[in-house]
């Protein structure tokens, strides 16, 4: 994916490098994080850098997209969204997370809706699903706003969480 550019963030390709390693470590720590999407066991830079290694590297090699690093126009990290494809959906998957003190600014937002068209344009994807806590009010609001609705509930391979899934489609 080329960098994605919008008013106020732009997007690009997560790297192993330290400064995407400590990022990657504070986001994933995130109590809300925990609550919503899960604890990924990571503890250490070097944890870190084997999720992003495990994670978005290895989407991005395997299907040519994955999460990305969305930052302020002056560099600042402030949070991830991308695509995904994950066990237990047939559809290409969009999500997002941001660090708490960015949340309520409209951020998530803007970087979703540059993630579906993008998905849209240069994909051509036609249908595009995300899964969302029901708790997470914030996230399934931001869901909405991009054009996805609610379809029902979903339980992933190995976990026992009803989850909302939510779908766009053309």
């Not at 944890?47 to 992003?52: G, V």
């Not at 994950?86 to 937002?109: H, K, N, S």
């Not at 579906?116 to 595009?128: F, S």
Request: hydrophobic fraction near 40%.
């Amino acid at each position: 994916m080329p960098p994605l550019i919008t008013t106020r963030l732009q997007l690009r390709e997560l790297t192993q490098s330290d400064d995407d390693a400590r990022f990657t470590l504070a986001l994933v720590n995130d109590p809300d994080f925990h609550r919503f999407i899960g604890d990924r066991g990571v503890r250490t830079l070097e944890d870190a850098r084997e999720y992003l290694k495990k994670g978005p590297l290895t989407m991005y090699k395997t299907h040519g997209f994955g999460m990305y690093c969305v930052e302020l126009h002056n560099g600042t990290p402030i949070g991830q969204a991308g695509l995904i494809r994950r066990d237990g959906l047939d559809d290409v998957d969009i999500g997002f997370a941001f660090l708490p003190q960015y949340r309520g600014q409209g951020f998530a937002r803007e970087a979703a809706h540059a993630v579906m068209a993008w998905a849209q344009e240069q994909l051509g994807l036609q249908r595009i699903v995300a899964i969302a806590s029901p708790e997470n009010h914030p996230s399934i609001g931001v869901l909405e706003e991009i054009g996805l609705k609610k379809q029902g509930r979903i339980t992933l391979p190995g976990s026992n969480d009803p989850l909302l899934l939510m779908v766009w489609e053309v």
